[in-house]
């Protein structure tokens, strides 16, 4: 069988480790899906550390509620496993809908521990289909279901044309440096978790990139998130964000509230979209349908943020368009540099400003 010519030759086919190609697509039953799930782990055990799989064309869903978490590398599983398909629109691994909540709460299907050296990791060539409409309520068993959840030191995190859909919580959650995101999808990212709780997760939640190193997000389609699309957490590091496009961000497109530059180039932003409200439909106006495109609640780094925009386009905010506030760490102290700006359509309910700065935050621009 022939493989893209990107999937290493050593990385462990799941189709010789107990099911066949396509094995579950219509997700019959929590039988079947475990047998993916244990071929998911023969495959990674027989992998080894640092080592990779491969997800060939087909349908995968896995889940048990005979473990703790699905796939933990570094914890059950070896650690810093690589994860390649055919393509997104060819290999697809989804979460189960036969899990009991109850049973299993935490339903995130990738972590990569902390307590373990995961080295280089790469996903590339699919689809990450973690099903939440269909996985209950998890919120009221205090659980959750992010795509990726990344922590281990080190970690090089990277993804190459990657959908990540339906996730529950978040898309990817970045407890440790996340290299780098190219011409990925993510869609429909904690629309269930938002539903059940009121509150709000993120495609590229928490992302704490260290002073001396960088984050590239480029060539990415960010679609139908309550939260932010983006969420820039803690650390000096810098932030190369190009090419985007990201329509029904029903907090921003972008929470700041670290990073010492955040370059920002060729952005294409609707924040309110009748698709969101149409997945919210209790949702207020005033409520989380598209309220800004820059959010910066304060500043946890140790250094002032450059914000430098070139070629961005933003348009239907239900709230101030770039709003500077000081709730969290300390003041914000932006420094807001670049050309070809525009925005339109701010403050959809009410006649106010487009710029805002409070409670101690501020915009120097230049």
Not at 110 to 139: C, K, M, Q, S
């Amino acid at each position: 069988m022939s493989r893209p010519a990107y999937v290493p030759d050593s990385a462990e086919d799941i189709t010789n480790h107990g099911v066949g190609r396509d094995h579950n697509p219509n997700d019959p039953d929590l039988s079947a899906a475990r047998e993916v799930l244990n071929a998911l782990h023969s495959a990674m055990d027989a992998a080894g550390p640092n080592g990779s799989i491969f997800v060939p064309e087909g349908t995968y869903y896995f889940g048990s509620e005979d473990v703790y978490s699905l796939i933990n590398l570094g914890g059950s599983q070896p650690r810093g496993i690589s994860v390649y398909g055919e393509g997104p629109a060819k290999s697809t691994l989804a979460v189960t809908e036969h899990m009991d909540p109850a049973v299993i709460s935490n339903q995130t299907a990738f972590i990569y521990d902390g307590d373990a050296d995961h080295g280089d990791v790469e996903i590339r060539g699919l689809t990450l289909d973690v099903n939440a409409p269909n996985l209950g309520d998890l919120n009221a068993h205090s659980g959750g279901a992010d795509g990726f959840s990344l922590a281990g030191d080190p970690l090089s995190f990277s993804l190459y044309n990657v959908r990540i859909t339906d996730t529950y919580t978040r898309g990817i959650r970045c407890r440790q440096y996340l290299s780098s995101a190219k011409y990925c999808t993510l869609d429909r990212i904690g629309i269930e978790y938002h539903k059940d709780s009121g509150s709000n997760t993120h495609p590229f939640d928490s992302l704490q990139t260290p002073k001396g190193s960088t984050t590239v997000i480029e060539n990415c389609k960010i679609k139908n998130c309550p939260g932010s699309a983006i969420n820039i957490r803690y650390g000096d590091g810098t932030y190369r964000i190009r090419n985007v496009y990201a329509a029904g961000t029903g907090s921003q497109f972008l929470k700041l509230s670290a990073g010492e530059r955040v370059e920002l180039r060729r952005i294409n932003h609707t924040a309110y979209t009748a698709e969101l409200e149409s997945l919210l439909p209790d949702e207020p106006n005033d409520g989380f349908l598209g309220r800004h495109f820059i959010q910066s609640l304060g500043d946890r780094g140790d250094t002032s943020v450059t914000l430098d925009m070139e070629q961005v386009s933003t348009k239907n905010h239900t709230s101030y368009a770039f709003q500077v506030r000081d709730s969290v760490g300390g003041p914000s102290d932006i420094t807001w540099i670049g050309d070809r700006i525009a925005f339109a359509g701010s403050n959809m309910y009410t006649d106010d400003e487009v710029i805002r700065d409070r409670q101690g935050g501020s915009v120097q621009e230049r």
